[in-house]
């Protein structure tokens, strides 16, 4: 039969939907609901943008080219002495390799850092408190380079940016000739040769100092500053002192030996005096020539022999001044003595002469005796005064030699190292000094394969990079404002939330949506409201026989709350959809349920059966299937719920379950009144009674569909099934189990949206 339960036709649902696409309205929906995270984040975007533009200073850029031709490769360390061999390559033999090799020699840190210290750090960074750091200085110059190749070309253009232009020209400039010198440095091993020179230069210096430090502290030590000079002044001074002290000597004793006799012939004086000239006998007299020759060949002889004396002091005997004047002096006396062989008495006269002289001394001295005794014994004291000094003097100059002879061989090993050393250290000197000329001359035609298309330019304010920073730092705000809320939408909300979602995802045919009024614009309130003139006298509160006592009071539903035109429109609904399968047997089974607690279904299963009983067309059962609940959840207009479902549906006994005209509420209990789980079997067997009665609409509030829940077997029963979904509250894979639960029972199920939030403009709004 088609008006049994369970063989009627269930309603129409979507065929077969296609795969899930994302529509305008989709992106339009998101948007809008989360139109004030896209709003914040987007100002966020704009604020930023506008800090990071407005705080940044101008820059300028200038411009260079270079011209990279072949890359020449040296071997030094493979060729021969002399020869040097280079690989020539061009950029074409191996592509964009070459290039790339030469930019990132133009964008090391070495080659930046080489240039902030030509440069100077404190032009680069300005009024930088770190303007000192050349580490700092060269991340700057790093950071604003820009290095760009044309495609099919072996130019580099190479950019450089500072917000001071003259800065800016500068630095280019440097970079580029430093990066030639760079380039031969890494291809070509120049300076590997100049490193040893250096190093070599280096050592002989440092040996060749300390062997001046030593040599110096030595001749300090020994009070020397040459040792020829030093032993040539110290021999001299010598013989000096050894003259003056025999000079001395010989004076002292003849001072001596005539203080002596002045002392002895003092007593005799007068008496000598007196028989002086009868004592002396005149010699008889020579040939006057031969006497004048006698005398000057004596005193010739005396001279040389003064001379051999002082050529005694100087040098050695067998030295050729002192054998010369020997000689000399031999010769002298042998004419002396053939003189006085010739002519005997020349030699009588001259005793008699000296004799004569000595005489004549004596008597003036005897005269002036009394007068220069004492004059002769002060020449006495002071010639020994005189031997002393000059012997103490003489004594120094010993041990001055003595000193000097000790340090001469060191001196002489120092000043001989020294020598070396300085030969070696110059030799080294002149050839790095050659090499640094000839490495000089070298990098000027080592730089033919890389030529300055264009040197670097005046630096021209060019947009800021921080333009493009403030751009995407605009665009980024942007672009998160429009992705979160598509990411929140499409991947992290996984809730249904439109009309649309209910249909394509769920499958099922979408009897009503309700709007959440509280977010669109109504102000909260239960959309029911307390009886005001509801019995408070004992016998109005006692139950009547058969009743169970309830705590609350049932209310009325607010004739001018907004939802009652959904619950007509629910129940306008049903009966179309009735009327359209053919379903005319009395009583209709309608059961209503959610994919959870607090999803609105009480309150719809009261306005439901509210509405249905304002028809007029016939009795309206609501069962209260939630008895661990109460049936307070029904507000309802008259009296309390406590009457059983099995008396509700006898005539005679449903009187106390009349709470407004043609409604009645039951709780589904026992014979007894107590509260009894739902368990199938009995249902069914309360199918036929309830199929007798005389009831048009008999609504069930249900559980929430779970899999410990028997709701889905119980609404296997029914001719229809409300599954009430909450809006952004009830996940998509919840109320897709609730649904596969409940097509496993066979149930006829139909959705209704329950607090929708339409977040559209109203001209927007497509939703029926």
């Known amino acids: 039969m088609t008006d049994q339960p369970g063989t009627s036709t269930p309603p129409s649902r979507p065929a077969g939907s296609p795969p899930p696409t994302i529509r305008a309205a989709d992106v339009v929906y998101a948007l809008f609901r989360h139109k004030w995270l896209a709003l914040t984040l987007s100002l966020l975007g704009v604020l930023g943008a506008g800090a990071l533009y407005l705080t940044q200073k101008p820059l300028y850029t200038s411009e260079a080219k270079l011209l990279v031709r072949y890359v020449r490769d040296t071997k030094a360390a493979d060729a021969a002495p002399g020869a040097v061999q280079t690989d020539l390559k061009s950029p074409d033999s191996r592509g964009d390799a070459i290039l790339n090799s030469e930019m990132e020699i133009l964008t090391s840190r070495d080659l930046a850092t080489q240039v902030a210290e030509l440069i100077g750090p404190e032009q680069i960074l300005g009024a930088d408190p770190a303007a000192t750091n050349v580490h700092a200085a060269a991340y700057v110059i790093m950071r604003g380079l820009q290095l760009e190749v044309p495609r099919r070309s072996t130019v580099i253009q190479v950019k450089f940016s500072h917000s001071n232009p003259e800065v800016a020209q500068k630095v280019l400039r440097q970079l580029i000739q430093s990066y030639l010198r760079k380039h031969a440095e890494v291809h070509r091993s120049v300076g590997l040769f100049d490193d040893v020179l250096t190093r070599k230069t280096d050592e002989w210096r440092s040996r060749l100092s300390q062997t001046e430090d030593d040599l110096q502290k030595i001749k300090l030590n020994a009070n020397v500053t040459s040792v020829d000079e030093s032993r040539r002044a110290i021999a001299e001074q010598s013989a000096k002192l050894q003259q003056d002290l025999i000079a001395a000597e010989a004076e002292l004793a003849q001072r001596r030996t005539f203080l002596e006799r002045l002392l002895k012939s003092s007593l005799a004086a007068a008496p000598a005096a007196t028989n002086a000239e009868a004592a002396v006998e005149i010699p008889v007299p020579v040939d006057p020539e031969k006497e004048k020759q006698y005398r000057f060949v004596c005193a010739r002889l005396e001279s040389l022999r003064n001379r051999e004396l002082d050529l005694a002091l100087q040098f050695t005997p067998e030295s050729k001044p002192v054998v010369q004047i020997r000689d000399q002096i031999a010769e002298v006396e042998k004419t002396k003595t053939q003189l006085e062989a010739e002519e005997p008495r020349l030699r009588a006269t001259a005793l008699v002469q000296g004799g004569m002289k000595l005489q004549s001394d004596r008597v003036l001295s005897a005269q002036g005796q009394a007068t220069t005794l004492e004059a002769e014994q002060a020449q006495v004291v002071g010639l020994e005064s005189k031997i002393k000094i000059l012997t103490e003097h003489l004594n120094r100059n010993q041990k ?79 672009g998160a404002g429009l992705a979160l809320p598509f990411l929140i939408e499409f991947m992290l909300n996984q809730t249904l939330k439109r009309p649309d979602d209910v249909e394509k995802k769920l499958r099922l045919p979408l009897f009503l949506s309700i709007p959440d009024f509280t977010r669109n614009g109504h102000a909260r309130h239960s959309g029911f409201k307390q009886l005001a003139d509801a019995p408070t006298t004992a016998a109005a509160d006692a139950p009547a026989p058969g ?46 349920t959610g994919t959870h607690r607090g999803a609105g279904v009480s309150t719809l299963a009261a306005g439901l059966a509210e509405s249905l009983s304002e028809t007029g067309d016939g009795n309206v059962l609501l069962v209260n299937m939630n008895p661990e609940r109460g049936p ?36 589904f209990r026992g014979n007894n009144g107590q509260k009894v789980g739902i368990i199938p079997k009995k249902f069914a067997n309360l199918m036929p009674t309830m199929k007798a009665s005389d009831y048009d609409y008999i609504i069930f509030d249900m559980p929430p569909v779970s899999q410990t829940s028997v709701t889905a077997k119980v609404c296997g029963l029914m001719d229809m099934t409300f599954l009430v979904v909450e809006s952004e509250r009830t996940k998509e894979e919840q109320a897709k189990r609730c649904v596969s639960l409940l097509g496993e029972s066979r149930a006829k199920v139909a959705a209704v949206l329950n607090r929708y939030h339409n977040y559209l403009p109203s001209r927007l709004q497509t939703d029926i």
């Open 547 to 592: 009743q169970v006592e309830s705590d609350t009071a049932l209310a009325v539903v607010d004739p001018d709350d907004p939802i009652r035109l959904y619950h007509e429109s629910l129940r306008d609904r049903l009966i179309m959809h009735f009327e359209l399968i053919g379903l005319t047997h009395k009583p209709k089974l309608v059961a209503l």
């Open 400 to 478: 001055e030699l003595a000193t000097l002879i000790a340090a001469e061989k060191s001196i002489n090993d120092l000043e001989r190292s020294r020598a070396l050393q300085e030969t070696n250290y110059r030799y080294f000197s002149v050839r790095l000094d050659q090499a640094r000329v000839d490495e000089a001359i070298g990098t000027a035609n080592l730089f033919d394969n890389i030529n300055i298309v264009q040197d670097a330019t005046v630096a021209l304010r060019a947009p800021s990079p921080m333009l493009k920073a403030a751009l995407m730092v605009l665009l980024g705000g942007i």
């Open 632 to 667: 307070s959840v029904h507000p309802f207009y008259r009296g309390k719920a406590a009457c059983a479902l099995t008396d509700a549906l006898e005539e005679g006994k449903r009187s106390p379950a009349l709470v407004q005209d043609n409604l009645y509420v039951v709780s």
